[in-house]
């Protein structure tokens, strides 16, 4: 920065944020988990300094340590919440509301705005229909990807080492007889997904219940979000009323993303 006399203004280097963030830095650019001794070796970093400083960033959910090899740290989700933020969640639910209250009302349905966090899929927005309904999502509560028209569409568009590693610390809950909890079929229906623009849930969550959603993407047409639809199950077995709601949720998800571009 340049100061009135011209003269330039520089910020004080502090030695502990400055290996904290060269650390965060070192770990994101790399394509594998990196061990400590990876870390002190190549950014010149005592050890027992990288292993204080990698606790530290472990405990505030910065980094987190690979279950399957312990040593070994990959980025936390701390890091995917900042950046939601930053990149204007609040513009997406600004945007995404009209559209919203429009797809709940001509689906008779609640309409819900998901984003991963923590392994799971959770509610940001929804709108409610005209008439009363008794299946309303909790917001800000984590659900299991795999019970979840929305965590289906959300993990299914992570590159494939995103996706990977996601799934290698994600719990795939078993909440009725039709979830599915196991990696090979899940990973199969994650493609069905990708192949047909959306993700559906059939009493997978809970009895009674059906989902269908679609992906939302920003300017750079990534997917930073889902919208969906959530109802009672007989709506989602008749395969032209089904038909309907995935028309109305692909069109609506179509209209925010178009709006964020």
Not at 201 to 214: L, N, P, Q, T
């Amino acid at each position: 920065m340049v100061q009135a006399n011209g003269t330039e203004k520089t910020a004080p280097v502090i030695p502990a944020v400055e290996k904290a963030l060269d650390i965060l830095e070192y770990v994101a650019q790399r394509e594998t988990a990196a061990s400590a001794k990876d870390i002190a070796t190549e950014l010149d970093i005592p050890i027992a300094t990288v292993y204080r400083t990698v606790k530290y960033l472990c405990l505030r959910n910065y980094l987190k340590e690979d279950a399957a090899a312990d040593g070994r740290y990959y980025l936390g989700s701390q890091l995917a919440i900042l950046a939601h933020q930053a990149s204007g969640h609040r513009d997406l639910v600004y945007l995404a509301k009209p559209h919203m209250r429009e797809l709940a009302i001509k689906s008779g349905q609640t309409a819900q705005l998901g984003i991963l966090q923590d392994y799971q899929v959770v509610y940001i927005e929804q709108a409610l229909p005209a008439r009363p309904v008794n299946i309303i999502a909790a917001l800000r509560t984590g659900i299991p990807v795999n019970v979840s028209a929305s965590g289906k569409v959300l993990v299914a568009h992570l590159s494939e080492s995103e996706r990977d590693l996601f799934l290698s610390n994600a719990s795939l809950a078993r909440q009725t007889p039709e979830s599915i909890v196991e990696i090979e079929p899940f990973e199969q229906e994650l493609q069905r997904v990708l192949q047909e623009g959306y993700g559906v849930d059939c009493e997978e969550f809970a009895r009674g219940i059906g989902c269908v959603a679609a992906p939302i993407r920003d300017h750079r047409q990534q997917v930073i979000a889902a919208i969906g639809i959530t109802g009672h199950i007989s709506e989602y077995l008749n395969q032209d009323r089904l038909q309907i709601l995935i028309d109305l949720v692909t069109n609506a998800a179509a209209q925010i993303s178009e709006s964020l571009s």
